[in-house]
């Protein structure tokens, strides 16, 4: 799989995070083009899109939202992250509860659109923010998962397609300091799977938000509802 | 990759077209448990849906149709088959005009929002009526892109979850062939790009039906407009 994005045209797939939000930065100086992707799969986290919005606007890369509500709830069921009815587990990413946030092969399916999209308007392939913190919980977030998208986009058109994974193995602390180093509007991205005016602070994505900035030495500019 | 799908339980892709009815009607008599999976992507052939309602009907096999028209809106562009701008080309599907009607990556898409689905439902993976005839002119058709879809099947959640093609070194004839056998209701299938009242008889897709019940030796049950 290719790391390198240096002076091609791709589509980067941003869900407003942290780790997309860096990945958008960081693209923006080292790809000949790009236009970020955003997925409404009806995520209850709304504000991730609304974030996804306006770093994108910052960082002056064009932006579609794709709407896949309709979609996916025919496909995706029983996540916490899209059943109002399941409670947001609270604690690490590496406890068990945290499995009730697995929404099942969403990246296949966000990296499928992205790929027809990159196919349509003629870019080389699509960049994503899988990193080497990501692996614990979700399988579609490991590398060997990432190699096999890989091939299947470089067989998958007339013209090889390519998955761009800058951050695979780096930990979540060290895209802290490259988001740092290229001046990616991480004070705006949004990491929270609790949708409300501040970041709960007790989810395992705000947990490891939180831990990432610390480890990192990167004073956090985050508002949390509740310290640890 | 597998193509026995003997005791499993699996999603089948039904675009309502003769491969994937036959598939159906195969499945039936196999599988543990199957559900058809359609996907609404816009397609100007609104007939195919309708089509595959009427055979999963007559199947007894439970059915979905996943709206995908307002994702689809935003990744889809440029293919005649969504396009009513573009022309659907006539002649067969050899000819370079015919790939005015690829739209780019769409197996991958489909396949990944019915392996979500299967991964949601706990069933063994999904079944799709690849064919040796689809190879000429669309990439994601052919037996190494769906090799490389399985492998990322088996590998996007916790438990494996496979891509079945039962068809892939089959061709079309074969296909009508094994449809006769296990009675599976083809007369109710739509295979033309144009959606009108009855089957066009000039485009790519009738070309190669007609084609393939002359060759199999079966009485073509299918009403066309126009005889070549």
Known sequence: MTT???????VVLLSGGLDSTSLLG???GHVREAVAITFDYGQRHRCEIEAAKKVAGL????HVVCDMTAACSTVFAGSALTSPSI???EGHYEDASMQATVVPNR???MLSMAIAYAAGIGYDGVAIAAHAGDHAVYPDCREEFMLAMDTAAGL????????FAPFV??????IVCIAMAVHAPIEFSWSCYNGRDAHCGKCGTCVERREAFAVAG???PTLYEATP
Not at 4 to 10: A, C, P, Q
């Open 4 to 10: 390198s994005i240096t002076d091609k045209r791709v």
């Open 26 to 28: 960081y693209a923006r």
């Open 59 to 62: 960082l002056s890369v064009p």
């Open 87 to 89: 409670p947001v587990p």
């Open 107 to 109: 990246n296949m399916v």
């Open 156 to 163: 998958c058109h007339y013209k090889e397609l390519r998955i």
């Open 169 to 174: 193995e780096f930990r979540k602390e060290q």
């Open 218 to 220: 990167v004073a956090d």
